[in-house]
């Protein structure tokens, strides 16, 4: 920009700031946020419709055909048919992409009600929050796929409450949440099927290591991944010592226990525990017999960096996605689950950063 055009600029912009000036009220002009408020508001309304259009002729030439009315970052735009489709707004949308993206990146942390007043209060245009659903349930993310070849993955359940039920049924629904590599986030609601394509396509390493809890569920999944000598199940170290805190009674036996299944030792864990009469000492020792083969060296796992010996990654994971899914008072029709799922992990994903 030249100086001339600087100078230009100036000139023009002290003109309009004095209409703009003369048509404001000024009992909002008494604090700088009642500034700030009003200069932004007139902006949007008289001079960013002004402006923007000429960028839009710019890029596409104007011709023949209907307008489409679009609420922008930039105030309210008119833009024809051929120009929307070569500047990438999605058909019959009357939201521009830049909005559409700030209005999901506030639904996927807070309730539609919040995102309405959130997305008023920082950008000066109104998105109702039935419109803010709306957007988040025509989105097709895509499933993030791993940069680099895939050695290690996680799942686990989350809970989301549902609200289109029978009184008698539990309110409360499980999800399965995926970590890859401790990165990347995917979560599926009674979708199994998609969940174990969704991993398979992966470039998986051999072996690749599979991390889960005692479910039941979890380990079903990871048996459709890969073939059985081309993955590694390895039980979560810190829920197998949860169970076998469980068993209660002498600590010192408890240490020993631990000492021993920290090396993998199952079989003289398992002896420890002969002599004890207490119900928790059958369960653990069942237990210790249907994961044995998952059950390693994790002491010689974690010096040497083999893989993970926790699945905490996905537990963040649930953490994390439940934060939208479960504020509070939150509960979902089934239908919006999905969606929901979707819109969080691509916000975790950083497909909504830019």
Not at 52 to 69: C, D, H, I, L, T
Not at 235 to 249: A, F, I, P, R
Request: charged content about 25%.
């Amino acid at each position: 920009m030249t100086p001339e055009e600087q100078e230009r600029i100036r000139a023009c912009s002290q003109e309009i700031a004095e209409i703009l000036y003369r048509n404001s009220d000024k009992a909002s002009l008494k604090t700088l946020e009642g500034i700030e408020q009003t200069v932004r508001q007139q902006m949007l309304e008289h001079v960013s419709p002004e402006v923007a259009p000429f960028f839009v002729n710019g890029a596409v030439r104007p011709g023949k055909g209907r307008s489409r009315p679009l609420k922008s970052l930039v105030g309210k735009l008119c833009l024809q048919k051929h120009q929307a489709e070569r500047l990438g707004v999605k058909p019959r949308s009357r939201i521009s992409g830049g909005l559409e993206k700030a209005c999901l990146r506030l639904s996927a942390n807070e309730s539609f009600q919040n995102a309405e007043a959130d997305i008023a209060a920082l950008t000066g245009i109104a998105v109702g929050h039935s419109t803010q659903q709306r957007l988040v349930g025509r989105q097709a993310w895509e499933l993030p796929e791993a940069k680099q070849g895939v050695s290690e993955i996680s799942i686990d359940g989350g809970k989301v409450r549902l609200r289109d039920l029978q009184d008698s049924d539990s309110r409360w629904r499980d999800y399965k949440a995926v970590r890859l590599q401790g990165t990347y986030y995917a979560a599926f609601y009674q979708d199994n099927e998609s969940l174990v394509d969704y991993l398979n396509a992966q470039r998986l390493l051999k072996p690749v290591v599979c991390l889960g809890d005692g479910h039941e569920g979890v380990w079903n999944l990871f048996g459709q991944i890969a073939s059985a000598d081309e993955r590694r199940e390895i039980l979560d170290w810190y829920h197998l010592k949860e169970n076998l805190y469980k068993v209660g009674g002498s600590l010192k036996r408890l240490k020993k226990a631990e000492s021993l299944l920290w090396q993998g030792q199952v079989e003289q864990a398992k002896a420890l525990f002969a002599d004890c009469q207490r119900k928790q000492a059958r369960n653990f020792e069942a237990y210790l017999d249907k994961h044995r083969s998952r059950i390693v060296h994790y002491a010689d796992t974690q010096t040497q960096q083999l893989c993970s010996i926790g699945s905490g990654a996905v537990e963040s994971a649930v953490k994390q996605i439940g934060r939208r899914l479960q504020i509070s008072g939150a509960h979902w029709n089934r239908v919006s689950v999905n969606p929901m799922l979707n819109l969080r992990c691509a916000y975790l994903n950083g497909l909504l950063a830019s």
